[in-house]
């Protein structure tokens, strides 16, 4: 039997109902977990964590396969779905628990995600800088369950409808050849 080499990301970019449903679509990605990570509460709830009290974020922790899909890959689609210039807010999601993040697992993910934003900053992709947080990974509580696969199960929703499936479709145009079962070009 085969062996899989896997990692782990954990990304905060705004609602993780949003997050959990790009990344869930990644070629390569094996587990998509809404959750909640960076505070100081242990086991938090969702109620806990709107209140911007327990200094954790809506984040996603994603199980992937590093020999489909890289780090750098991953945040690529990540700075791609979110806007990391705005503080504490991801369009209607206003609060310490909607910040742009980036958890780190190793100093090789520390140096990645950092190449990938001073990358992003000389290009000039927004007018205003990046504020992102780059910080080592201390924790990960996996939110309730019915916050998983939240779009999927209700995309009929006022907030999927109008909020998530605008990101989703131009998520899937931007990186069609990421795609669960894309077909490879020539």
Avoid at 4 to 28: K, N, P, Q, S, Y
Avoid at 97 to 123: C, G, K, M, N, W
Avoid at 152 to 160: E, L
Wanted: proline share 8%; charged share 25%; hydrophobic share 35%.
């Amino acid at each position: 039997m085969e062996s899989r080499r896997v990692e782990t990301a954990t990304l905060a970019g705004g609602c993780f109902w949003c997050t959990e449903a790009v990344f869930d679509e990644l070629e390569g990605v094996l587990e998509v977990v809404p959750g909640y990570a960076g505070g100081h509460v242990p086991n938090p709830t969702y109620e806990q964590v709107c209140t911007g009290t327990t200094g954790h974020a809506e984040a996603v922790q994603i199980t992937f396969d590093p020999d489909r899909i890289s780090y750098r890959e991953l945040l690529e689609v990540f700075f791609s779905v979110h806007d990391p210039t705005t503080l504490n807010r991801q369009g209607p999601d206003v609060g310490h628990q909607y910040r742009s993040a980036i958890f780190t697992h190793s100093p090789e993910q520390d140096q990645v995600a950092r190449q990938v934003i001073a990358e992003l900053e000389r290009q000039r992709v927004w007018p205003d800088p990046i504020v992102t947080e780059v910080v080592p990974f201390t924790n990960f509580y996996p939110a309730e369950d019915y916050h998983r696969d939240y779009y999927r199960r209700h995309p009929d929703q006022a907030y999927c409808a109008t909020v998530i499936a605008p990101k989703l479709e131009k998520f899937r145009k931007r990186h069609a050849a990421r795609l669960k079962g894309a077909v490879a070009g020539p």
